[in-house]
């Protein structure tokens, strides 16, 4: 594929087309993947969104990107910024997240494609600063932000999830461009 906003060594970012939505459906239905969420996502919610997404890029050029492997062409999941304004005290803000396949978990996928994508969203997009959140047991999602030299902010509890105890407590980390 050439359409790509930005590559990194392995993974090429771009973004959403129609035929990714299934393959997003079947990522974000499977429970392993969705273990730190409330629950598994339906059809209809990952297709609306995946719509969320496409307008980002369309407003701001980014979103949380589809990604694929460039050796392979194959979709994995995605990786990218979003702009997220929750009830806290360091919203509104710009997010990095990921969300892969579990056949693409441990290839050091989403350490390489969020330090591109870090890396874009400071030289590229000029953006002042960027967070990272996770629930605190998420251990996962919390060493590939400190993997990514993002650096630990505050604990917080989540707004959203405050009636899932479970998945409440969370970590806030962020970075900001090299001086």
Same mark, same amino acid.
């Given at each position: 594929?050439?359409?790509?906003?930005?590559?990194?060594?392995?993974? +090429?970012?771009?973004?959403?087309?129609?035929?990714?939505?299934?393959?997003?459906?079947?990522?974000? *239905?499977? @429970?392993?993947? /969705?273990?730190?969420?409330?629950?598994?996502?339906?059809?209809?919610?990952?297709?609306?969104?995946?719509?969320?997404?496409?307008? *980002?890029?369309?407003?701001?050029?980014?979103?949380?990107?589809?990604?694929?492997?460039?050796?392979?062409?194959?979709?994995?999941?995605?990786? +990218?910024?979003? +702009?997220?304004?929750?009830?806290?005290?360091?919203? @509104?803000?710009?997010?990095?997240?990921? =969300?892969?396949?579990?056949?693409?978990?441990?290839?050091?996928?989403?350490?390489? +494609?969020?330090?591109?994508?870090?890396?874009?969203?400071?030289?590229?997009?000029?953006? @002042?600063?960027?967070?990272?959140?996770?629930?605190?047991?998420? =251990?996962?999602?919390?060493?590939? /932000?400190?993997?990514?030299?993002?650096?630990?902010?505050?604990?917080?509890?989540? *707004?959203?999830?405050?009636?899932?105890?479970?998945?409440?407590?969370?970590?806030?980390?962020?970075?900001? @461009?090299?001086?």
């Amino acid at each position: 594929m050439s359409n790509y906003v930005f590559k990194s060594q392995r993974l +090429g970012f771009r973004n959403w087309i129609e035929t990714d939505i299934p393959k997003m459906v079947t990522i974000s *239905s499977d @429970p392993d993947v /969705m273990e730190f969420f409330p629950d598994v996502a339906t059809p209809e919610q990952t297709r609306e969104f995946i719509q969320r997404l496409q307008t *980002s890029y369309n407003n701001k050029g980014y979103c949380y990107f589809a990604v694929d492997r460039l050796d392979t062409n194959e979709f994995i999941g995605f990786i +990218g910024l979003l +702009g997220q304004n929750y009830e806290s005290e360091f919203t @509104p803000c710009v997010d990095i997240g990921w =969300r892969l396949g579990k056949k693409h978990w441990g290839l050091g996928f989403a350490t390489e +494609g969020a330090r591109r994508c870090l890396e874009y969203g400071f030289k590229e997009l000029k953006l @002042p600063q960027i967070i990272s959140t996770a629930p605190a047991i998420n =251990r996962k999602s919390i060493h590939v /932000m400190e993997k990514i030299g993002m650096t630990k902010r505050l604990d917080f509890i989540h *707004s959203r999830l405050t009636y899932n105890k479970r998945l409440q407590n969370c970590m806030c980390y962020e970075a900001r @461009p090299a001086d």
